[in-house]
């Protein structure tokens, strides 16, 4: 009886044993969350000038910053009129510049009146507000929340400056480095209201945001990414908020934006592709939210707490990003995952181990991740394109 039983025990120990082999093996490994995609090519271009005012900024020779309306583009030259030559003012400002001009902007008819200048992208300066603290935005867009296992958007602090279209990124060593790309959008005044919003000039931009998972990872709340924890910490740093070459000031805003495709690819493959129209909060929705969220230091960065914005408004120095869609690298840890880090907290003594289960899940998923190559790593071009907001190329470097 007893060597029956020995033996049924140690049938049934070999079954659980085959079993989790078995479902470790035949685990998935997605390289990257899989994205929908239009049919036909994005076509880039400037926006029409009965629609929009298109504006590059550039330094000078004598070192002063020029700001010009864009007429042509191609390849990496623009074809552009320095404000200037329209009456404006030199001022650092590109929506004091444009307000300056003692003329109208220019249509179709009136362009063939001024001199042109060609400038390569290269010496386009960053469209960014000029400040450090932006407003960052999760899950806006519906197939990447459901990526995230987010049920709803949220608003959180940025740290960096703006960089310009032609850039970098540093993949430091260890870090699961992830794209994102985003539509952006500036003021020509300080925001404390929704009234504030109707009735400042908006100017729209290309931005990119760069992500270090393993913050996410290791600091956000999965089932609260509205805790003030992680965000942050993950998406700031010198070189994670790329911008593109140029400053929209669109006629209509709303509907400009809702027709704006955008799209991502890493080393020519494609990402990410999507229409600014879906979008679950539009812009003026999110300086709203944003605005009701400013009363209470409660977002963690760097070891301390901080305020979404200071003195409780979108000031001009801050831009409002969009969120991203759908396609970024991460995924959630995965079976095997899950399984590896399981044996792992056994094999280290379990609950008298000085790690819990679910970090030692955590960075048993980080170290796999890195072992795959799936996330962003030196040598990489990623490639940020619109319709009429321009492009951001992206070299990541070690």
Not at 2 to 27: C, D, E, H, M, Q
Not at 73 to 92: C, K, Q
Not at 233 to 258: C, E
Request: proline fraction near 6%; include cysteine.
């Amino acid at each position: 009886m007893v060597k029956r039983t020995i033996a049924y025990s140690s049938l049934f120990g070999a079954v659980v044993i085959a079993l989790i082999f078995l479902a470790w093996v035949t685990s998935p490994d997605p390289k990257w969350n899989e994205a929908t995609f239009e049919e036909s090519p994005l076509a880039e271009s400037i926006a029409p000038l009965d629609e929009a005012i298109t504006l590059a900024q550039f330094a000078g020779e004598d070192g002063q910053i020029v700001t010009a309306q864009v007429l042509g583009w191609t390849g990496d030259m623009i074809t552009a009129v320095d404000l200037a030559e329209m009456g404006g003012s030199r001022a650092s400002d590109p929506f004091q510049a444009l307000a300056s001009i003692t003329s109208e902007p220019l249509n179709e008819e009136t362009a063939a009146g001024f001199p042109t200048l060609e400038v390569n992208m290269s010496r386009i300066l960053p469209t960014g507000s000029l400040g450090t603290q932006h407003i960052g935005t999760g899950t806006n867009f519906p197939e990447h929340a459901v990526e995230a296992g987010s049920s709803s958007v949220f608003s959180f602090p940025k740290f960096g400056k703006a960089t310009p279209a032609r850039t970098e990124v540093r993949a430091k060593p260890g870090i699961l480095l992830d794209y994102e790309i985003e539509l952006c959008i500036r003021f020509d005044r300080d925001i404390r209201s929704v009234e504030d919003f109707d009735a400042a000039v908006k100017g729209l931009f290309l931005c990119g945001d760069f992500t270090n998972r393993n913050a996410l990872v290791d600091l956000a709340d999965p089932d609260n990414l509205d805790s003030g924890y992680g965000f942050s910490d993950a998406k700031s740093g010198p070189d994670f908020f790329p911008t593109g070459p140029f400053l929209v000031v669109p006629k209509n805003w709303s509907s400009f934006i809702s027709e704006m495709r955008m799209t991502t690819s890493v080393n020519g493959d494609p990402r990410q592709d999507a229409r600014g129209g879906e979008m679950i909060l539009d812009f003026r929705q999110l300086a709203e939210k944003s605005l009701g969220d400013m009363a209470e230091p409660r977002f963690l960065y760097a070891d301390k707490f901080h305020f979404l914005a200071l003195d409780e408004q979108i000031d001009v120095s801050t831009s409002l990003m969009s969120g991203t869609s759908e396609g970024v690298i991460f995924t959630s840890p995965t079976r095997g995952d899950i399984i590896a880090g399981a044996l792992r907290y056994v094999a280290d003594g379990g609950p008298f181990s000085e790690n819990t289960l679910i970090d030692m899940v955590k960075e048993t998923f980080i170290r796999n991740e890195l072992e795959s190559g799936h996330f962003l790593q030196p040598g990489d071009v990623v490639h940020y394109r619109s319709s009429y907001l321009g492009d951001i190329e992206i070299k990541v470097m070690e």
